[in-house]
């Protein structure tokens, strides 16, 4: 059939990656190429059925994160899928990254099957799914803390004290209270609860569950 978009489908819940996918295979204008639960599964699969999209979650276990399927410092002579993430997070964060590094849209798990498929062709199409308040929102987007202050971060998360974190890091407890006041100073928090609550909604750092 002519015109038929070559899919992906990248989870690394196979009970939603294979019914989305079956799903998705039934329109007359798709094609299932394939199926992938890990970060290196799924560029196996891109380098052998070179599919026109990807239709990726963001989260694949074992810290990898569907991002890394995009790579803005590529060959300029390779032209690689369209890369459109379904995602349980509705972080802007995630959204800015996501177009920052190239992607062709993000969209919620919750949405319609009908608004997926909608993304999927317009990917396909060589058009990105971003709105205009997607990217309002992106501009608005928080300077991501450093690796170490984000380690701060995830240890109060879990309710670490100062000195507990000072031991987990083999830092003084000092240094700790200094982070936290740079923290506190730069986003405008005034405490520990606030602070995490924040990193979580930007999605920082992991919450208990996903």
Known sequence: MAGLIRLAVVDDHPAISEGLAHRLAAEPDIELVGVASTLPAARQLINAENPDVVLSDVELGDGDRGFELLNPDGPADRVGPAILFLSAYDYPAFRALAMELGAAGYVLKTAPVLEILDAIRTAAAGRTTFTSQ?????????????????????????????????????????????HLRRLFARYSVYNRTALVMLALNHGWVEGPTR
Do not use: C
Request: overall charge negative; cysteine-free.
């Open 134 to 178: 997607d990217l309002r929102a992106a501009q608005l987007v928080l300077r991501r803390p450093s690796d170490r202050e984000l380690e701060v971060i995830e240890l109060l998360a879990a309710g670490r004290t100062n000195d507990q974190i000072a031991a987990s890091l083999a830092i003084v407890p000092r240094t700790v209270e200094s």
